[in-house]
């Protein structure tokens, strides 16, 4: 009997000592919800969050690629970039001055007066849009030669003009070639210098209307600008020939620099 009582003693102890043994070496089992405590009778963590890993670290924030540029394609610097991304954002002005040549159309002007120079002082709103205006100062210069006249008059006129014009920008990088077109209207003011109104056959002053008419072609790069043009003159309300009789029109070429906005 005693005999008996110390195996079945010794089956116990035996079987206990294994299944501790075997409760501290087995893994863990998986959690099933991936870190998130599963309800369970006695479970503390009921409802809270339980990271997998407490050491892991978020995923890096993805990187976008930057964009490709063509091989041997230069890169644009910020003036470039600014230009080029908004062109017409920017109206565009000028300020010109400028001169060139001028001769009256009409014949019996032309025999009394030898032909001139003339020089101009320019304001431009929107060379880079298709629609600008023009504002200016205009100024010329003829020799007379006709009787009762002094050997060195002049026939000087000074006025103002404005004008619509049309543009046609065509712009690349920093730099712009523009051909335009414009029609306006102005005043001039007539009057012989050194003159002997008297016997001349040419009053000393007149007062016209002027239509000018005509094109050119603009360049400009960065802040320097210039222009060529021709324009023709048609004048009203001339009473410059006392004898003969005939009108102040007139055309002229010129060319004109100055610095671009």
């Known amino acids: ?14 079987g206990w000592g294994t299944a501790a043994s075997a409760q501290g070496t087995a893994p863990p089992p998986p959690d099933p919800s991936g870190g998130v405590a599963q309800p369970g009778e006695g479970n503390p963590t009921y409802g809270r969050v339980l990271p997998s890993d407490p050491m892991a670290l978020p995923p890096p924030a993805p990187v976008m690629p930057a964009p490709m540029q063509s091989p041997g394609t230069p890169t644009p610097t910020r003036d470039e970039q600014t230009y080029n991304t908004a ?36 304001a431009i709103a929107g060379t880079r849009q298709y629609v600008g205006l023009e504002a200016a100062y205009v100024g010329t210069a003829h020799g007379i030669n006709t009787l009762g006249a002094n050997s060195n008059a002049n026939l000087v006129s000074n006025g103002l003009e404005g004008a619509l014009r049309l543009n046609l920008p065509v712009m690349r990088g920093l730099s712009m070639v523009e051909p335009f077109g414009f029609v306006g209207l102005g005043w001039q003011h007539y009057a012989v210098n050194n003159g002997n109104s008297s016997t001349s056959d040419i009053s000393d002053k007149d007062d016209i209307m002027t239509l000018p008419v005509g094109g050119g072609l603009e360049y400009s790069y960065r802040k320097f600008m210039a222009d060529v043009r021709f324009t023709y003159r048609e004048t009203y309300y001339n009473n410059i020939l006392r004898t003969t009789g005939g009108n102040l029109n007139n055309w002229g070429v010129g060319g004109q620099v100055g610095v671009a906005f």
């Open 1 to 14: 009997m005693r005999r008996t009582m110390l195996l079945i003693a010794s089956g116990c102890v035996l």
């Open 87 to 122: 062109p017409r954002m920017n109206l565009g002005a000028a300020l010109l001055l400028g001169g060139g040549f001028e001769d009256f159309t009409n014949s019996n002007l032309r025999s009394m007066t030898s032909s001139g120079g003339s020089w101009n002082a320019r």
